[in-house]
């Protein structure tokens, strides 16, 4: 689905609220710089907590792309226990990059205590990963490489992880951190194949009340084209059923 080229209509008495349906993408411009942010807010909430320090994993140097990634859960799971067995409970956030050659890396702020860089290379090495590996205290660049290596897939696709691979990873404890979602005071939800602005449009001239519009942020470049969309598509509203749940569609 192209982002926020549907939308979606609440509908109570003869009100309604429009909003842009979203892909929730990283390589999407609107959702992958709303999800980087959400992510730098909540690894920040966690730094805050105590003192953190950061370090890197890589893949074996002769691995291909396409290995490193489908072998990496298992060894960040074996990683996390080895390291939990030796120094107990740590609580991280895991940002998996790729790079250059393909390779899947894990950059890794942690709270809890310090770890020697030779254990850390030697478990690395025996849990899969390559040689390598990088330990510092957190440092007032961290914060920069982190955004840097979440928004790489924006204006790279290459660097984009395989399908359905999980990018970020969070340790239960990292920080609290709930969904913001708000109550939206709509009963029926109808789908509507065009962007909010012209949805709102159109629920105005069938004489609902718009009471809000989420407007698409890149709308308006597009308006002259869409408006010439909205004659040749515009059938009226199609309902939905059953109703989507408000989770798919809140940023
Ligand atoms: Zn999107």
Redesign the pocket.
């Known amino acids: 689905m192209k982002?926020g080229a549907f939308s979606l209509v609440g509908i109570e008495g003869g009100r309604c609220g429009v909003y842009p349906m979203?892909?929730?993408?990283w390589g999407?411009p609107?959702?992958g710089l709303r999800r980087v942010k959400a992510t730098m807010a909540r690894t920040k909430a966690g730094m805050s907590l105590g003192t953190c320090r950061f370090f890197t994993l890589t893949s074996p140097g002769t691995e291909d792309g396409d290995t490193s990634y489908e072998q990496f859960p298992e060894r960040w799971k074996r990683f996390r226990m080895r390291v939990e067995r030796r120094w107990g409970r740590i609580e991280y956030i895991a940002v998996v990059e790729r790079q250059k050659r393909g390779a899947a890396h894990v950059h890794v702020v942690y709270r809890g205590p310090f770890i020697p860089q030779q254990w850390l290379s030697r478990v690395a090495a025996e849990c899969g990963f390559g040689r390598v590996a990088d330990i510092r205290r957190s440092n007032p660049k961290l914060m920069r490489y982190l955004a840097k290596y979440l928004t790489k897939e924006l204006s790279d696709p290459k660097a984009a992880p395989p399908r359905y691979f999980r990018r970020v990873r969070w340790s239960r404890g990292w920080c609290v951190w709930e969904k913001r979602s708000r109550a939206v005071p709509y009963n029926d939800w109808w789908i509507l194949d065009t962007p909010s602005a012209n949805a709102a449009t159109e629920a105005a001239r069938r004489g609902f009340k718009v009471q809000e519009v989420v407007a698409d942020e890149r709308g308006n470049r597009f308006e002259r084209h869409w408006a010439v969309r909205w004659m040749r598509d515009m059938v009226g509203y199609r309902p939905v059923s059953p109703l989507l749940p408000s989770a798919a569609w809140q940023g």
């Open positions: 982002c979203r892909c929730k993408k999407c609107t959702c």
